[in-house]
C-alpha cells in the first residue's frame, strides 16, 4: 500500500521556522520524485518545491525561493521541507506528493503529474 505521511506543521509566528517531513512507504523511493504543495482556504493548490529522488536536484517556487529548502534521506524514504522566514502568506495546509513520469533529476509542480498524495499537514504563520 503505497502511502505519504506529513508531519511538523503547527502554529508559528512570522520570521519563524518550521521543518515538515514526508515519509514515504509503498513504492521505490528513488524511481520517485517528491513534491510539496499546498492550499489555503479559497485557494487552488499550488506548488513549492520538489526533488527528484535519484539525485537530489530540488526546485522551488518564485514564492519560496531562497526561505524554502527541501532535501531527501533516501536511506529513510523520507522527504524534508525546511520553512524559514515565514509569512503569513505562507499560511495552507501542506501535502506531500509523489510523481514516477519525471526523466531522472527533473521534477516540475503541476499538480495533475503527481501519482500519490499525503493527507497534508496544517502550517499557520501568526501576524
Known amino acids: 500500500e503505497v502511502q505519504l505521511v506529513e508531519s511538523g506543521g503547527g502554529l508559528v509566528q512570522a520570521g519563524g521556522s518550521l521543518r515538515l517531513s514526508c515519509a514515504a512507504s509503498?513504492?521505490?523511493?528513488?524511481?520517485?520524485?517528491i513534491g510539496w504543495f499546498r492550499q489555503a482556504p479559497g485557494k487552488e493548490r499550488e506548488g513549492v518545491s520538489c526533488?527528484?529522488?535519484?539525485?537530489?536536484?530540488?526546485y522551488y517556487a518564485d514564492s519560496v525561493k531562497g526561505r524554502f529548502t527541501v532535501s531527501s534521506d533516501n536511506a529513510k524514504n523520507t522527504v524534508f521541507l525546511q520553512m524559514n522566514s515565514l509569512k503569513p502568506e505562507d499560511t495552507a495546509i501542506y501535502y506531500c506528493?509523489?510523481?514516477?513520469?519525471?526523466?531522472?533529476?527533473?521534477?516540475?509542480?503541476?499538480?495533475?503529474?503527481?501519482?500519490?498524495w499525503g493527507q497534508g499537514t496544517q502550517v499557520t504563520v501568526s501576524s
Open positions: 506528493a509523489a510523481a514516477r513520469r519525471f526523466p531522472p533529476g527533473l521534477c516540475v509542480l503541476v499538480v495533475q503529474l503527481y501519482d500519490f
Open positions: 509503498g513504492f521505490t523511493f528513488d524511481d520517485y520524485a
Open positions: 526533488i527528484s529522488s535519484s539525485d537530489g536536484s530540488p
